[in-house]
């Protein structure tokens, strides 16, 4: 008497799987470069080191008599350079939402050593 199994049934098992081709998404930075009036640059120079709380304060004395929350990050390079200024969010008249996603994901685009918050 001859056994019945699966293979006897329905035949060898012979399936060939399809195979899917893998996918990956691949984020690009993109970075813009703004040119600053000459008026600004003086006011502003690149090459300039922050070491002090009141250097930062002064940069960004027009805060104050802004009507709308603001909340800017600045970037550093390893000896306190500015290498970006970052305009994370901008409020309403008594807040600003502000997530650490946004404010750590620029930091690291730009391959910042140090971060400095600012906010009025």
């Given at each position: 008497?001859?056994?019945?199994?699966?293979?006897?049934?329905?035949?060898?098992?012979?399936?060939?799987?399809?195979?899917?081709?893998?996918?990956?998404?691949?984020i690009?930075?993109?970075?813009?470069?703004?040119?600053?009036?000459?008026?600004?640059?003086q006011?502003?120079?690149?090459?300039?080191?922050?070491?002090?709380?009141n250097?930062?304060?002064?940069?960004?004395?027009?805060?104050?008599?802004?009507?709308?929350?603001?909340?800017?990050?600045?970037?550093?390079?390893?000896?306190?350079?500015?290498?970006?200024?970052?305009?994370?969010?901008?409020?309403?008249?008594?807040?600003?939402?502000?997530?650490?996603?946004?404010?750590?994901?620029?930091?690291?685009?730009?391959?910042?050593?140090?971060?400095?918050?600012?906010?009025?």
């Open positions: 008497m001859k056994t019945i199994t699966i293979e006897t049934l329905f035949g060898p098992e012979t399936m060939s799987v399809p195979r899917k081709p893998i996918k990956f998404r691949q690009k930075a993109v970075m813009e470069t703004l040119v600053v009036r000459e008026e600004v640059a006011y502003f120079t690149a090459d300039r080191r922050y070491t002090a709380p250097q930062v304060g002064e940069l960004f004395h027009f805060l104050r008599c802004e009507a709308k929350e603001h909340f800017f990050t600045m970037h550093l390079d390893g000896k306190n350079r500015i290498i970006c200024l970052d305009l994370v969010s901008v409020g309403s008249l008594n807040q600003s939402i502000v997530h650490p996603r946004s404010v750590f994901m620029t930091a690291c685009l730009s391959s910042a050593a140090g971060l400095i918050c600012v906010h009025n």
